[in-house]
């Protein structure tokens, strides 16, 4: 079954390809029923835990997979949205054209991302990892404007770096690894043996490593995983990216795309660093810095896409600092490993429907700019409350999914500063991370609050395009089943949210917690509501204050980010061209070194001759003449070659008589 | 089984040399000649690897004559002759076909497929010969053999690629000649023994003498796989029509430089005398560097044929950081990647040939928003380009995977060099090839569009190019048994 998850999806997108290829609706029932199945097939899933397959002939070692936990978890979860963005799609791509290819690669998507999830060993997990780089790839560039094929561009190099860093890391473990395994079973025929690097293999070898390999290995791969999740400063991709693509492909890159790359940070985090406090330090510097840069970019955006795509840069931050805790805490990091699974599970969920709501209102407005866009949800109930229960969610107020999630993140940042200062040590940097921790919420509440006032409170424009009616039943479902889960799980916390959560613990090689978190306490509401202040007050002084200006009596929402703070424009763009100038140049250089020792030693060869060159052009074969015809043809190159080959004659032949005497 | 061997060398050759002689003038029957030659001798090259593979090697041993008790001349199918028998078997009945089309508004056909033939013949040679003299006997005769080819269009740029091929050509030669006579004095044979065939006891005290004879006759037989700095005949040489091009300067006559590289490596010196010492250094760090080199220099270059000429510099390299990585991985390693690599880069110079040859097309730049045009084409240009980047399942990354953990498994910094080359030179293959390939399906904005009279390949061309996507997809998806196949041959 786990074959047909992953090779279901791509298998029958060739076969469907042809039929459907050139119409523009066609491909939507296929899409609809193919996830579908796969969603299916993920809830049995859940079943059977454990559950293992393979094809062993397919590329090189074979390919393996395992269900149970976490992978279990993420798998029916990819389905989910896959099923979900399907239903929304016909409306967004009426119209649109090349729809064919944007569904090959859709599909194409989910099974490679079905791979990544539902992999045994590290080997799988890179081969679908980097099919899907390039599958999705497609997606972003979809609207073929500039500004996509820019974007994409970006997305892919990105992503080639990143899975090439992590191939350097793969090389270096699984070499330390065969070597171990070949130890151990003394093959020693000299047989190529192929580790498929097994996630039980490396948890078993990992010990013997030495540390410094371990560390190489490791930030090889957090490269590699760490591009694809938006992690600093491998961000660059994701602002830009997110935001061209359509709006059901939007969803998908920021609601489980990236949780790709988390995913593989996780199983490196629990597997390859099982009990090494040092990686998780490691890990929390970019993951904070991700939390918190990400919250201050979507503050400043004046995009409606662009601020959910910096606002889904900083969610992962959050549950990249839940993965550090998890290994910082060791055996105790249960409530922070909790934490991450509930979050990317809530960050999905939400962003599925924020970019959905998104979605209708491009396909109306068509526009995402919030000086457009502004108003138009005024009349819209339904629009309204699920845009309202995803910002609650993502902002963290109590009763939605988010602010479990959030709370037990938190709860984790508590945890270790209390183990420190149990053990004598000093808890003040792990203190500062918790109140950016709080701070980020805080910002992430207050650009939810600032979109939500623009798109729904404020006043309308007066020419705004809308068509009758503004989003078709189907939209609205799925933005209606969006809305309603987030506070329905959020309520449900311990019937829901923790079972989920201790069913994908074992991923993380955690026991489940040892009991319940009381989620309304007190003590954790207080973490609620200082997020909850600092983000009314950004909200009031730098949403409404500082970026918003009157002109002509409208308020109008001013770009204040200065244009050369642009990572990419102003760092790797410059340093990638410097750099291939320079190489382009060594290269040229050490070529032109190498002509010079070959010709210098064929004009040392004829160094002593005076006279000229005929023809002029031909330096190495031609004659030195101004002789008769006679002697230029002696003196000639070829007639070198045949005075060469009469002596070798007369040599065999020589030799041949000897024989024969 | 010995006849069978006998008529996979003769056969090319001598109706080659028929082709020579006799001119026809008629293209359709000497096409139809051209392909029967062709298919029954890959069907004698085809069936001496397959009767090798049966009966062993012995079965099919064929013992020309003795020139002294040393110079041998035999041919004797082994293991991984067997490799570059299959791959030249296969893919050169493939090129004839296509050659048909693209050879039409070229004059001197017979000059050409008469030569074409022949070449056939002798790399069948060089990859069942037996032992180093019949080795080099075989790969100087390809020099001479192939020089037609080279020049064929005889104008100003083609005498002069051909007569710098003639002169790297000799300069390597000159190099391995000298490793031959240090074979005569210090091994008791000639024939490849895996393992090496040096008598240690005549070695003793003449280790330093002999590794450099080693570095000397790698760059020697590294001369024909474009290592550098003797790589500059190769990217000259892409001015040859398309079918050459493709069949010999990125499988044929290239893979026999390697292939003559592997046999020195493994079957001459040995991998343990040379294991650890600096020789291995420094053809190690050679090769790497070619590798980063070649890339470095593709992706400078606008001219689709030439970026591609440079490609195969670098990959070549790969394969020769395989061998010179010294141990069964690196030799299953480099193998792998001869087979992959010539799939991959005979579809890629078919591809610009169509492009070339139907619509003139030459620059990457006026390529761009072709798919639409050309969507055969551009379709299997854009699956090769992403297997030669080695995006996985497709053929290239098992290749490189391996290479790269042969060459980190030396455990020294030669050997991380060599992987880390890999990788970077990974990178640029990207930026090489993708900057053509996506190019046709997302031109820039301001491209103009291609104009009317663009049209996709004829059926003869597309044919071989469909044939070689669906081969290397085979390839590629059942890797594992070609892998175990490879692997059991070491």
Known sequence: MLILMVFLPMIAALVCYPICRNSERAWFTPAIVISGAVFVMGLFLVLEPELADGIDFFCGKGIYFKAGGLRTVMATLAAFMWVMTALASPEYFSGARANGRYFLFYLWTLGALEGVFLAADLMTLFVFFEIMSFTSYVWVVQNETPEAIRASETYLFIAVIGGLTMLMGLFLLDNAISKLVLEEIELGSGLPYYSTLRFEDIVRYAPELSPRLRYTVGVCALVGFGAKAGMFPLHIWLPKAHPVAPAPASALLSGILTKSGVFGIIGISCWLFDGVPGWGNLLLIPAVITMFLGAVLAVFSVDLKRTLACSSMSQIGFILTGVSMCVLLGEHGSIAACGAVLHILNHSLIKLTLFVAAGVVYFNVHSLNLNDVRGFGKDKPLLKLAFLSGACSIAGIPGFGGYISKTLLHEGIVEYCEHLTE??????????????????????????????????????????????????????????????????????????????????????????????????????????????????????????????????????????????????????????????????????????????????????????????????????????????????????????????????????ALAAWNMLR | ?????????????????????????????????????????????????????????????????????????????????????????????????????????????????????????????????????????????????????????????????????????????????????????????????????????????????????????????????????????????????????????????????????????????????????????????????????????????????????????????????????????????????????????????????????????????????????????????????????????????????????????????????????????????????LSAAVRFYFPLKDAPAQPEHIHEADRLMTGPLVFLMVLLLALSLCSAPLSAWIGGLV
């Not at chain 1, 991370?433 to 798109?455: C, N, P, Q």
């Not at chain 1, 489940?512 to 007190?522: K, Q, R």
């Not at chain 2, 030669?173 to 005569?184: H, R, S």
Request: aromatic fraction near 12%; include cysteine.
């Open chain 2, 1 to 433: 089984m010995k006849i069978l061997t006998i008529l996979a060398l003769l056969v090319p050759i001598l109706s080659g040399i028929a082709l020579l002689i006799a001119r026809p003038q008629n293209r359709t029957k000497r096409n139809h000649y051209v392909m029967l030659t062709v298919c029954v001798s890959a069907v004698f090259v085809l069936g001496t690897a397959l009767a090798s593979a049966l009966n062993g090697p012995e079965a099919a041993y064929l013992h020309v004559a003795d020139l002294s008790d040393k110079l041998v001349i035999a041919f004797r199918p082994d293991g991984v002759s067997l490799v570059f028998g299959c791959i030249i078997g296969v893919l050169w009945p493939v090129t004839t076909v296509y050659a048909f089309s693209y050879m039409e508004h070229e004059s001197r056909e017979n000059m050409f497929f008469g030569f074409f033939l022949i070449t056939f013949g002798v790399v069948a040679g060089i990859a069942y010969s037996a032992n180093f003299f019949t080795l080099y006997l075989c790969y100087e005769f390809m020099t001479l053999v192939t020089l037609p080819l080279v020049m064929h269009e005889m104008d100003g740029k083609a005498r002069a690629a051909g007569k710098k091929y003639v002169l790297y050509s000799m300069t390597g030669a000159a190099l391995v000649f000298i490793c031959l006579m240090y074979f005569l004095r210090y091994a008791d044979t000639l024939a490849f023994t895996y393992g090496g065939i040096l008598n240690m006891d005549k070695v003793k005290g003449h280790e330093k003498e002999l590794m450099t004879v080693f570095v000397l006759g790698f760059f020697g037989f590294g001369v024909k796989a474009a290592i550098f700095p003797f790589h500059r005949w190769l990217p000259a040489a892409s001015v040859a029509p398309t079918p050459v091009t493709a069949l010999l300067h990125a499988v044929a006559v290239v893979k026999s430089g390697a292939f003559a590289v592997m046999r020195l490596v493994y079957f001459g010196f040995g991998c343990e005398f040379l294991r650890g010492t600096w020789a291995q250094y420094v053809v190690l760090a050679a090769s790497a560097f070619t590798v980063m080199f070649g890339s470095a220099m593709s992706l400078r270059m606008p001219h689709l044929k030439r970026r591609l000429a440079y490609s195969t510099v670098s990959n070549l390299s790969y394969i020769l950081v395989a061998f010179a990585s010294m141990s069964p991985v690196g030799l299953a390693g480099g193998l792998l990647h001869m087979v992959f690599h010539a799939v991959i880069k005979i579809s890629l110079f078919f591809c610009a040939g169509a492009m070339l040859h139907h619509n003139k097309l030459e620059y990457v730049y006026d390529m761009e928003g072709l798919s639409k045009k050309m969507p055969v084409t551009c379709g299997v240009f854009l699956i090769a380009s992403l297997a030669l980047m080695g995006v996985p399942p497709l053929g290239g990354f098992l290749s490189k995977w391996t290479i790269g953990t042969a060459a980190a498994g030396n455990m020294h910094w030669a050997g991380y060099l060599g992987a880390a080359s890999l990788i970077v030179s990974a990178i640029l293959t990207t930026l090489y090839m």
């Open chain 1, 423 to 652: 053990h004598g040590l000093s808890a003040a940097p792990f203190k500062a991370v918790e109140w950016i921790f709080l701070l980020s919420g805080g910002l992430t509440l207050a650009y939810m609050t600032r979109l939500f006032y623009i798109i729904f409170v404020a006043e309308k424009p007066e020419h705004q395009h809308q068509k009758t009616p503004y989003m078709s039943p189907m939209t609205g479902a799925v933005l209606a089943i969006g809305g309603l889960l987030m506070p329905l799980l959020g309520l449900t916390a311990h019937l829901t949210m923790d079972k989920i959560a201790a069913y994908a613990l074992p991923f993380f090689r955690r026991e489940p917690m040892a009991h319940a978190v009381n989620y309304f306490s007190l003590g954790n509401l207080k973490g609620a509501v200082i997020s909850i202040t600092i983000g009314v007050l950004v909200f009031l002084f730098v949403g409404m204050k500082w970026l918003t200006r009157k002109k002509d009596g409208v308020d109008t929402y001013r770009n204040v980010w200065p244009k050369g703070l642009d990572l990419e424009d102003a760092v790797y763009r410059p340093a990638l061209r410097g750099l291939s100038f320079v190489g382009g140049m060594a290269a040229r250089l050490v070529e032109s070194v190498g002509a010079l020792l070959i010709y210098g030693t064929v004009d040392l060869l004829f160094l002593g001759a005076k006279d000229k060159v005929v023809p002029p052009e031909d330096e190495q074969f031609s004659a030195y003449s101004k002789q008769s015809e006679r002697s230029r043809v002696e003196r000639s190159f070829s007639a070198d070659l045949l005075y060469a080959a009469c002596g070798v004659l007369a040599l065999m």
